[in-house]
Nanobody, 125 residues
Framework: QVQLVETGGGLVQAGGSLRLSCAAS????????MGWFRQAPGKEREFVAA????????SYADSVTGRFTISRDNAKNTVYLQMNSLKPEDTAVYYC??????????????????WGQGTQVTVSS
């Protein structure tokens, strides 16, 4: 299976920006739809953003629309999540995931096959 490693998390003030990266171990990741999810303590892991295998289509949770941008560079086997105008409620562990079977973005976490280890994002007020 492809291995995914998230990086770029950290502590940022409200209103600031952060870019997360998800590096894949295999070039076949270019055939997979990719997603970002997040999980705050005591809460269920929730959808954030997803992108089709080519990057032509994207999907966002209502809570991040207009603030976050998902993108991918298949030549680098990497998916990104640019987070702007961060809010304290964005604080969570952020995970990237790969969907082996669907080339279009999906919001349902059960449809993803491989997950990274997560990276912590903390937004202070």
């Amino acid at each position: 299976q492809v291995q995914l490693v998230e990086t770029g998390g950290g502590l940022v003030q409200a209103g600031g920006s952060l870019r997360l990266s998800c590096a894949a171990s295999e070039r076949t990741v270019s055939t997979y739809a990719m997603g970002w999810f997040r999980q705050a303590p005591g809460k269920e892991r929730e959808f954030v953003a997803a992108i089709s295998r080519t990057g032509a289509r994207t999907s966002y949770a209502d809570s991040v629309t207009g603030r976050f941008t998902i993108s991918r560079d298949n030549a680098k086997n990497t998916v990104y999540l640019q987070m702007n105008s961060l809010k304290p409620e964005d604080t969570a562990v952020y995970y990237c995931a790969a969907d082996y079977h669907r080339g279009i973005p999906t919001r349902n976490k059960i449809e993803y096959d491989t997950w990274g280890q997560g990276t912590q994002v903390t937004v202070s007020s």
